[in-house]
């Protein structure tokens, strides 16, 4: 009896909209029923999210838990990848990711900083918004095709560079300059990632710029500074965090990385002995095994990467969301 | 005296022009890529975008011509699914997170999507893997499909989140003090007064996963010939770009800058698009 009038209030809140409309308008039951059983769906929805996102820790730790009761934490310090003998350490993906991502920040800071200022603070605005639109564009081209052109443009031209290099006198005989000119390697693997976390440096930068309160400014302006004294006393020292954050913010992104430097580092699973020398990072490695893996611990390894990988990315956005919002709350990022 | 600071502010006028035209020179040296990217899939694709590249499979090794239409109905089904689940949950937890702001659950949601929005794509593609294509005992369309939906729900959080706040509180006062129920006035007033935005922003998640091929490798896996089903194997425009581009046949290179013209030109469309249509407003 108690089942059947309890269907029935459900049945009025939840009402088809034409039928059930007066009977709602009156009876609070009703109302109150519709409302929680909407809030319900989407408490189930959201609870899903957070479904989603615990299965990511738990599928990668339960399909990589081989790997780790097999090598342990010496997992990530050993450099011998030989699936062949069964042996896996992922220090050499260590290393190349972390030498692609810091030569990529090195070189796509400054450059992303000069735009970020450019499209804020110098260019006329008939020119600032399509300049900005055609940075954030460089984020729209997806990974592959930037690989692809990488390829047959970017490979073909840092051998050139390579070879030239390597018949100079003087710098040709530096060790790490010494590796056969494939034009695939760990330099082409950092330019290319260059293109593609400027977009995201600039972008946050941009809008931590714009923040800046005009007071700062105008300061500056009234000690008689020039507009580089301005931005550099007044507006760079103010914005620094929120740059920092976004800097950060690229730096996960390219951590994980894969398609495009898939295709121009080499695949070597040697620790890089060059600056233009094959090798490989955590995301590359990935991409290019797990599908022809052989053995539940080659497969193992390459979860376990992935974990490492996740776990890396996760500290990595939760340092710049920190960063970004201490300057900005909400809004940007 | 006069003398020294009259070269001092010399001095500090040519730094002042120094750094505009350093900042000028990086941002040219930013833009660059961008064209030589464009200019280059342009001049080596255009010309295999015929008929046949919209219409037909590749043509053996060795042979000319075909295309790589099961690549593109692969690419569209492999999206269809990933909106599905991009639109039902980004969408259900952005009304939630923008609605409900104390609701217990928000703020774990809230942080989760955040987190999911900087995980490696590739990452997702393990996870997927893991759970969805082992459980099925082979690669799939569906597995594709929901590695790009999970890429595509925190994005689509965050749209409907930004819109729905955008919306003014007096709309929704409005519809309550005439005495509608509050999911009514949700699901009525207020989402009918932010659907533009929330499909923009939808579109852009599409956009996004769209040219992704890191998270299909081994879910969606790519195929040769046609898909026979959800269930099987398919090809992918992203998938072809990658295999095709490594491949040492020249006829598979054209095929892939053809594909990467397409596809490029599809997310700059839709992007450029939508971006418009949401000035406008």
Request: net charge positive.
């Amino acid at each position: 009896m108690n089942r059947i009038t309890g269907t029935d209030g459900v049945a009025t809140g939840a009402g088809s909209p034409g039928g059930g409309r007066p009977l709602e308008r009156r009876g609070g039951k009703g109302f109150a029923a519709g409302d929680n059983i909407f809030l319900g769906v989407l408490v189930i929805i959201g609870a899903l999210i957070l479904v989603v996102a615990g299965a990511y820790l738990v599928v990668l730790y339960q399909r990589g838990e081989l790997a780790l009761s097999t090598f342990g934490l010496g997992f990530l310090v050993s450099s011998d990848w030989n699936p062949v003998r069964g042996e896996f350490g992922a220090l050499p993906f260590l290393v190349g990711t972390l030498l692609t991502s810091l030569g990529a920040l090195i070189l796509a800071v400054p450059l992303a900083l000069a735009s970020a200022l450019f499209v804020t603070e110098y260019a006329p605005r008939w020119l600032a918004g399509p300049v900005s639109y055609l940075v954030e564009l460089l984020a729209a081209i997806p990974s592959v095709v930037y690989g692809m052109w990488g390829i047959f443009v970017l490979v073909p031209f840092v051998r050139q560079i390579h070879l030239a290099l390597l018949t100079t006198p003087g710098i040709g005989e530096l060790a790490f300059i010494r590796t056969p000119p494939s034009g695939l390697g760990l330099f082409t693997a950092i330019l290319i990632l260059t293109v593609m976390i400027i977009p995201f440096t600039a972008s946050v930068a941009r809008d931590v710029i714009t923040l800046v309160p005009a007071e700062q400014r105008e300061a500056a302006y009234a000690l008689g500074a020039t507009k580089w004294e301005v931005l550099r006393t007044a507006v760079l020292p103010y914005a620094r965090a929120g740059i920092m954050g976004g800097v950060i913010l690229s730096l996960g992104r390219a951590l994980g990385e894969t398609m495009a430097v898939t295709m121009v580092i080499g695949n070597r699973t040697d620790l890089p002995d060059g600056l233009f020398a094959p090798t490989a990072t955590m995301a590359s490695i990935i991409a290019n095994e797990f599908a022809e893996a052989v053995g539940n611990l080659h497969v193992s390894s390459l979860m376990l990467i992935g974990l490492v990988l996740f776990l890396l990315s996760i500290v990595i956005n939760l340092l710049a969301r920190w960063l970004i919002g201490r300057l900005a709350p909400r809004s940007v990022a | 005296m006069t003398g020294v600071s009259a070269r001092n502010r010399g001095r500090r006028r040519v730094a002042d022009a120094a750094v505009a035209l350093l900042i000028a020179l990086g941002t040219l040296v930013v833009l660059v890529p961008l064209f030589l990217v464009l200019w280059y899939l342009i001049s080596s694709g255009i010309s295999s975008i015929d008929w046949a590249f919209f219409t037909q499979l590749p043509a053996p090794v060795g042979r000319e011509g075909g295309g790589v239409a099961h690549a593109i109905v692969g690419s569209l089904q492999l999206v269809g699914i990933a909106s599905v689940i991009g639109i039902i949950l980004g969408v259900g937890s952005g009304i939630l997170v923008a609605e409900y702001p104390r609701n217990p659950i928000v703020a774990p949601v809230r942080l989760m999507s955040d987190v999911l929005v900087g995980v490696p794509a590739i990452v997702t593609g393990l996870v997927v893997y893991g759970a969805v294509v082992v459980a099925m005992g082979r690669f799939s369309a569906l597995a594709g499909g929901i590695a790009l939906g999970l890429i595509m729900i925190p994005y689509v959080v965050r749209a409907t989140d930004e819109v729905l706040q955008l919306v003014p509180q007096s709309v929704r006062e409005a519809g309550l003090a005439l005495g509608l129920a509050r999911w009514r006035v949700t699901l009525f007033i207020v989402l009918p007064a932010a659907v533009n935005g929330i499909a923009t922003g939808v579109l852009l998640a599409v956009a996004r996963v769209a040219g992704e091929a890191a998270p299909l490798l081994f879910t969606a896996f790519g195929n040769q010939f046609w898909s026979r089903g959800i269930d099987q194997p398919t090809a992918a425009l992203p998938l072809v770009i990658y295999s095709y581009s490594i491949a040492p046949y020249p006829e598979w290179h054209r095929l892939a800058s053809a594909s990467s013209l397409v596809l490029v030109a599809l997310i700059l469309v839709t992007t450029l698009l939508t971006r418009l249509v949401f000035r406008k407003r």
